[in-house]
């Protein structure tokens, strides 16, 4: 207990000078030494998920789920140790979803830690999170492109739109039959170095609500998760979820006019104009 204390002590100290200005050199330093700490965490964690992806494939989804779930928990956990905290609001939205229809998350893109923050977060669920991927990722990333391959999630070639769009009629019959939650970021590309957002693209959510017209929309709010991202990165920041109630289609006209309507409420909750 009194190891804990002095390293408390410690994190509470360098938190604080880091914020002062005058160590603005002894800022700048800090940030690279922990730009190479998650950086190496993040290598090392998938490099030695992988054989385990691998092997527990072979035994089922729900022994291979369950090595996915450990590695997205350790990913998003493994910010706290560059000082970063996480804050979760509206997870009782989460506990309170039917278990007897799919989910379609929306939200913004920041970077990958987002991803494990949320897969970690759903796995206390019935509806295990699968994203839509562009094919680069399913290629050569340890851990990573073999989860994307095996693990239930749609891969997209967003060079060919046809192809992307019956890429995911795919991808929807599967979450509609494990009624999982489907998530995509409309953005398309993430936003590296702040909060705002750009413009959501309506295709890849139109197609996925046409294909599981019965799926409630959750929309999700991100905020700070570019601060882990950025190289170097941002130490010390807190990283926001808010998730919001979930939405039923047949309340707005067509999927045009609710991804609009969840745009405003992800803008609005960062505080950017609609």
């Not at 160590?23 to 998938?46: D, G, M, P």
């Amino acid at each position: 207990m009194a190891t804990f204390d002095y390293f408390a002590e410690v994190y509470l100290v360098v938190q604080e000078k880091y914020k002062q200005a005058e160590f603005k050199e002894l800022k700048k330093v800090l940030a690279w030494l922990l730009t190479a700490v998650l950086i190496l965490l993040f290598a090392l964690t998938l490099i030695v998920f992988h054989p385990f992806h691998v092997i527990f494939s072979f035994f089922g989804y729900k022994a291979y789920i369950f090595i996915s779930h450990s590695m997205m928990w350790v990913v998003w956990k493994s910010t706290y140790l560059i000082g970063t905290k996480t804050q979760i609001e509206g997870l009782e939205n989460l506990k309170n979803l039917p278990k007897n229809r799919p989910i379609i998350v929306v939200s913004n893109h920041q970077s990958e830690f987002e991803i494990a923050c949320l897969g970690a977060l759903f796995s206390r669920t019935s509806h295990h999170l699968k994203y839509i991927a562009k094919k680069e990722l399913a290629r050569w990333i340890p851990s990573v492109s073999w989860n994307i391959r095996y693990g239930g999630h749609g891969i997209i070639n967003r060079n060919h739109r046809d192809l992307a769009l019956r890429s995911i009629e795919k991808f929807a019959e599967n979450v509609k039959k494990h009624n999982w939650a489907a998530y995509i970021y409309p953005e398309g590309t993430r936003n590296k170095n702040s909060n705002q957002m750009r413009p959501f693209k309506a295709a890849g959510f139109v197609k996925l609500c046409e294909c599981l017209p019965e799926a409630l929309i959750v929309p999700i709010a991100l905020e700070n998760f570019w601060t882990v991202k950025r190289v170097p990165i941002v130490p010390f920041a807190t990283m926001r979820v808010r998730i919001f109630e979930p939405i039923a289609q047949e309340n707005f006209e067509n999927p045009e006019k609710l991804l609009q309507h969840c745009e405003k409420l992800i803008r609005q909750e960062l505080g950017q104009s609609t």
